[in-house]
C-alpha cells in the first residue's frame, strides 16, 4: 500500500513549503537589509553633507581670519615703522639741541671772567660816582664832560695809558648812569602836563 505523502506526518510542512517560506524570508531579509542600507547610506550622506558643510564654513572662517590677521600684522609693521621712524626724528632733534647747547656753552663767558669784567665796571661806575660827587663839592663852571675827561686824563697818565677805547667805555657808563635819570625827568615832566 502506498503511503501518503500525509501519511506519518504530524502538522509539519513539507519541505516545499519550508524553502518557499525560507526564501520567502530571505526576500525580506534583503529588502530590509537593502531598506536598512539605503537609510544608512542616507543617514551617512547626511552626516557628510554636515560635515562639509561644516568644513567649508571653517574653510572659510580660517581664510577670514587669516586675512585679518595678516592684515593686522601688516598694520602692526607699519604702525612700529612710523613710531621708529618718529623716535629716530625725535633723538634727531634731541641731538642737534644737545649739540646746540655745547657750542653755546662753548661759547659762553666763563663765570671767573665774567666776574672779573664786571668787576672792573663796577670800579668804573665808582670812580665816576666819586668824580660827580668832587665836581659837585668844587662846584666848578666846568661841565660834567669837560671835567670828566680832565680826570681821566689825569687818571691815564697816572694809572694806565689812554686811549679812545678807554674814553668810549667811561663815556658808555655815564650814560649808563645818566639816562635814567633823564629818562625819570621826562617822565615826571610829562605826568605833569596831563
Do not use: C, W
Amino acid at each position: 500500500m502506498p503511503v501518503s505523502e500525509n501519511a506519518g506526518r504530524s502538522n509539519a510542512p513539507s519541505l516545499r513549503e519550508s524553502v518557499s517560506h525560507v526564501d520567502d524570508l530571505k526576500e525580506l531579509l534583503e529588502l530590509n537589509v537593502r531598506d536598512v542600507k539605503e537609510l544608512l547610506n542616507e543617514k551617512i550622506d547626511a552626516v557628510l553633507n554636515v560635515m562639509k558643510e561644516r568644513d567649508d564654513r571653517y574653510s572659510v572662517s580660517l581664510k577670514s581670519m587669516d586675512e585679518i590677521n595678516k592684515m593686522s600684522l601688516a598694520n602692526s609693521k607699519e604702525a612700529i615703522n612710523k613710531a621708529e621712524i618718529a623716535t629716530e626724528k625725535r633723538f634727531d632733534s634731541v641731538n642737534e639741541f644737545r649739540g646746540t647747547l655745547a657750542d653755546q656753552a662753548a661759547k659762553l663767558m666763563p663765570t671767573q671772567e665774567a666776574n672779573a669784567r664786571f668787576k672792573v665796571y663796577d670800579d668804573k661806575i665808582e670812580d665816576v660816582k666819586n668824580q660827580l660827587a668832587v665836581l659837585r663839592e668844587k662846584g666848578t663852571g666846568m661841565t660834567v664832560k669837560e671835567s670828566t675827561m680832565e680826570r681821566i686824563a689825569e687818571q691815564g697818565r697816572s694809572k694806565f695809558e689812554f686811549n679812545a677805547n678807554t674814553l668810549l667805555a667811561i663815556a658808555a657808563i655815564v650814560m649808563s648812569v645818566l639816562s635814567p635819570i633823564i629818562v625819570s625827568l621826562i617822565m615826571f615832566y610829562l605826568k605833569g602836563i596831563k
